[in-house]
């Protein structure tokens, strides 16, 4: 039986180093929070909130903001952030699969890349459904498995263990007819829009030695080999390399993604 509880307590740990990517994501978050139509007054839940980038940028539109997170590490940075940039915004520790808030609370739910690491995503579309109201809009980005951290995240998948029985891919969120799938009839007026950002970079190698740093995933890939078979560690890296190459130019790496946006029935 697959141990969902020892599947997150790793997840915290995995992503406890990402807050050095926010930078970049906070690039995406204004695409997010219009794509939305969030608006001054409105009550937003950004889930799987990272280090605060949609959370903030809601904020500064004038609107209510409560964020969570299941990594402790980042919602530290997310408070921050809040602070920082001189916003009241309730920042929790809580799990996507198990949201600690009321039925029909909120006007919009959101998640920048968040969601889609749930083990479940039958439960974190039923959660994040819950709170939202009735007539309410979730909205949500993703990556497409056709694209650049789509692909990554394959590549990872391909040189690490399989996945436990019955954890969801978090690539199968950038997939449009699983996302029609998954919101099913509690959900209308779906659209989708795609966008992208760029992540400053000198070489293909440079951004991949950041990714080794910082981004979970990829890092428990190399720790791995490391330790198991450096030979297939060098063919890691040499794959990564040139999965890179193709989406760098003008010393920037081209990062594609998925929105989707639909009104709660």
């Given amino acids: ?17 990402f807050a050095a ?16 139509g969030v608006q001054k007054g409105d009550h937003v839940l950004d889930v799987g909130c990272g280090t605060g980038v949609v959370a903030v940028t809601a904020a500064q539109l004038g609107a209510r903001v409560t964020a ?6 980042l919602v530290t940075r997310a408070r921050e952030n809040s602070a920082i940039s001189g916003f009241d915004i309730d920042f929790q520790i809580a799990d996507v699969e198990q949201l600690p808030y009321e039925n029909d609370k909120f006007d919009f739910v959101l998640s920048q890349f968040g969601h889609m690491f749930a083990p479940r995503a039958e439960l974190a579309v039923a959660e994040m459904l819950r709170v939202l109201k009735p007539g309410g809009v979730i909205a949500f980005s993703t990556w497409p498995p056709e694209l650049l951290t789509g692909r990554l995240f394959i590549l990872t ?16 969120w950038g997939k449009v007819e699983v996302i029609r799938e998954r919101l099913g009839e509690k959900v209308k007026h779906i659209s989708f829009h795609r966008a992208q950002y760029g992540n400053p970079a000198m070489s293909p190698s440079h951004m991949r030695i950041l990714l080794e740093k910082y981004i979970g995933p990829v890092s428990a890939v190399v720790k791995r080999l490391e330790e198991d078979n450096p030979d297939k560690l060098t063919l890691f890296r040499s794959e990564v390399d040139v999965l890179l ?13 998925l929105m989707t946006r639909g009104i709660k029935l």
């Fill in 68 to 73: 969570s997170d299941l990594t402790p590490e």
């Fill in 1 to 17: 039986m697959t141990d969902f509880a020892a599947i997150k307590e790793n997840a915290k740990k995995m992503w406890s180093t």
């Fill in 21 to 36: 990517f926010e930078t970049v994501t906070g690039l995406a978050a204004p695409e997010l929070v219009k794509f939305a």
């Fill in 245 to 257: 190459g193709e989406y760098f130019e003008n010393n920037t790496v081209i990062q594609s993604y």
């Fill in 157 to 172: 998948g391909k040189y690490g263990p399989p996945p436990p029985a019955g954890v969801s891919s978090p690539v199968d």
